[in-house]
């Protein structure tokens, strides 16, 4: 993956003209205007076709990922698609799923109607579970072999070197903030660690706006993020509330979930972890792509004293939940 800041300006090319042109290189022919959908890192539309279809087309930005990388997403989405898991699939264009046109790269959904999931609906958190479970008994059949592995160093360490060399930490509070912020990552990598588990292929980014719901039941999108790693990842962005509501969360989420996947319990101590390297990603990718544009308009309290002061809160909050015991559950 590149973070080559240049990436951040390709997009101020992709006019709408620019859009409705690769759009119709591959055969299709929007009938109604473009309607932009919330996404930063690349750029998403829906739209309506002369035949009456919807679709989202998605432009990837530019230097983050391979073909190879990007092929392989799809090629995961079409697996799980054809185990009857409910996933947006790219669609087909005289056998392609990523188009070129002009330097970009872009690829074509059907649009997926629905509502928002409701992570404090248990009903809808226990059919979640079961197809987070189906998801990872495919992903564990085999390894991805050019999509990148969810590790420490990716999160955490990369994050630490860039936020540092960016300059958007202010001088006041820097040094507070990457005291209580290389702690975190520090009892990240130890309690990482400590935990010996089997890494699988992931959805990588499954937090509950990536997950619709439909009158089928749910609806997943957007495997972006796909990456090798500990199934718990999929799992701890769904737990909210205090520690109590969370474990009656996790019970519900793990119970439906190994009907179709065995879930190693060592890997709930990689919960805090994850939220902390959560964190620090978060705010690297943030640094990393200031100079789009985009991001100052949409983000424009990023780099202000203030919010620095609120992280290294935040980051002191993390570093007292990662000394806390893990969340716990009777193994079923």
């Known amino acids: ?14 006019t709408p003209d620019l859009i409705l042109d690769a759009i119709e290189s591959i055969g299709i022919f929007p009938e109604t205007g473009l309607l932009a959908l919330n996404s930063y890192e ?19 930005r530019p230097l983050r990922w391979s073909d190879e990388q990007i092929l392989e997403e799809h090629s995961h989405a079409a697996e799980l698609a054809a185990a009857e898991v409910p996933i947006a699939v790219p669609v087909l264009i005289d056998g392609r799923s990523l188009h070129h046109y002009q330097g970009y790269r872009f690829t074509l959904f059907p649009s997926i109607g629905g509502r928002s999931f409701e992570v404090d609906n248990l009903e809808q958190l226990e059919s979640v579970g079961r197809f987070i479970g189906r998801i990872h008994q495919y992903g564990a059949k085999q390894p991805f072999k050019h999509r990148e592995s969810l590790t420490p160093e990716l999160l955490g360490a990369e994050s630490l070197q860039t936020l540092k060399a960016s300059g958007m930490v202010d001088a006041y509070i820097a040094e507070a903030f990457f005291t209580v912020a290389e702690q975190v990552y520090q009892s990240c990598v130890t309690r990482w660690q400590s935990v010996q588990c089997d890494n699988i292929r992931l ?3 499954l937090h509950p706006g990536n997950i619709l719901w439909t009158p089928e039941g749910p609806g997943f999108v ?8 500990p199934a718990v990842q999929d799992i701890w962005m769904m737990l909210t509330g205090d520690r109590a509501q969370q474990t009656m969360q996790l019970d519900v989420l793990l119970e439906a979930y190994q009907e179709f996947a065995e879930f ?35 983000f424009p309290w990023f780099g202000d004293v203030k919010y620095w ?24």
Not at 8 to 14: E, G, K, R, T, V
Not at 42 to 59: E, L, M, T
Not at 309 to 323: D, H, I, S
């Open 309 to 332: 002061e609120q992280q290294t809160l935040a980051f002191k909050e993390q570093l007292a939940a990662l000394n806390e015991p893990s969340l716990s559950l009777t193994p079923f």
């Open 1 to 14: 993956m590149s973070s080559a800041p240049s990436a951040a300006f390709h997009f101020q090319a992709l």
């Open 264 to 298: 190693d319990m060592k890997q709930l101590a990689l919960i805090e972890p994850l939220r902390g390297l959560r964190m620090l990603h978060y705010n690297a990718w943030l640094a990393r792509r200031w100079q789009d544009p985009a991001f100052p308009m949409n």
């Open 222 to 229: 957007d495997l972006d993020d796909a990456k090798q790693g």
């Open 42 to 60: 690349n750029r998403v539309y829906q739209f309506r076709c002369d035949q009456g279809q919807r679709y989202v087309v998605k432009f990837y």
């Open 203 to 205: 959805h990588g980014d």
